[in-house]
């Protein structure tokens, strides 16, 4: 007798364990500040770890609102706050939308790609010494920051395989 295999569960589970080991972690981290992660922070920082990219702040209300119909505009609005407050999630400026921090709590935060297409986002690592460079030109520019978060606009490796012509004519051999 044939049983389906188990290896579509296993992968399933594994990214479930994934995001449940970041929301302990958040939650380990919030605890420590003397915070507290509600039910509807957590919630809105499963959603988005669950997307994997950025978000706009109506499909998280909209996502919530099918789990918890009461759910208003403030309330995530506020969940967002915090969460941005407490460096777990960034904005991303140049589409609007919200996405998690690559290192939830480890607070060193890195330079944003963003796909303006899609809204994936890379977080790459910053080299600490090309933030001191940056930041002491600012600061001789007489700017005082309203964020640290430096923004790349780009377009992902999916969605430039997408626009890729010459993959569209090996899908579609017609004439
Ligand atoms: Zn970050
Ligand atoms: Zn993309």
Request: with cysteine; hydrophobic share 35%.
């Given at each position: 007798?044939?049983?389906?295999?188990n290896d579509?569960?296993?992968?399933?589970?594994?990214?479930?364990?994934?995001l449940?080991?970041a929301?302990?972690?958040?939650?380990?981290?919030?605890?420590?500040?003397?915070?507290k992660?509600?039910?509807?922070?957590r919630?809105v920082?499963?959603?988005?770890?669950?997307?994997?990219?950025?978000?706009?702040?109506?499909?998280?209300?909209?996502e919530?609102?099918?789990?918890?119909?009461?759910?208003?505009?403030?309330t995530v609005?506020?969940?967002?706050d915090?969460?941005?407050?407490?460096?777990?999630?960034?904005?991303?400026?140049?589409?609007?939308a919200?996405?998690?921090?690559?290192?939830?709590?480890?607070?060193?935060?890195g330079?944003?790609?963003?796909?303006?297409?899609?809204?994936?986002?890379?977080e790459?690592?910053?080299?600490?010494?090309?933030?001191?460079?940056?930041?002491?030109?600012?600061?001789?520019s007489?700017?005082?920051?309203?964020?640290?978060?430096?923004?790349?606009?780009?377009?992902?490796?999916?969605?430039?395989?997408?626009?890729?012509?010459?993959?569209?004519?090996?899908?579609?051999a017609?004439?």
């Amino acid at each position: 007798m044939n049983t389906p295999t188990n290896d579509a569960h296993s992968h399933a589970h594994s990214s479930a364990d994934a995001l449940q080991a970041a929301v302990t972690m958040a939650d380990d981290y919030c605890r420590e500040r003397g915070q507290k992660l509600t039910p509807i922070r957590r919630t809105v920082l499963e959603l988005l770890l669950a997307s994997g990219r950025a978000t706009k702040a109506y499909t998280l209300l909209d996502e919530m609102r099918a789990m918890h119909p009461n759910a208003s505009p403030p309330t995530v609005y506020r969940a967002l706050d915090f969460l941005l407050s407490a460096g777990l999630i960034h904005r991303i400026e140049s589409i609007n939308a919200f996405t998690v921090c690559h290192d939830l709590t480890h607070c060193q935060h890195g330079v944003l790609i963003v796909c303006q297409q899609c809204g994936r986002v890379t977080e790459l690592q910053q080299q600490q010494q090309l933030r001191q460079t940056l930041m002491s030109q600012v600061e001789a520019s007489g700017y005082r920051l309203a964020g640290d978060d430096i923004e790349l606009k780009g377009i992902c490796p999916a969605c430039q395989a997408a626009e890729d012509p010459s993959a569209h004519q090996h899908d579609h051999a017609s004439h």
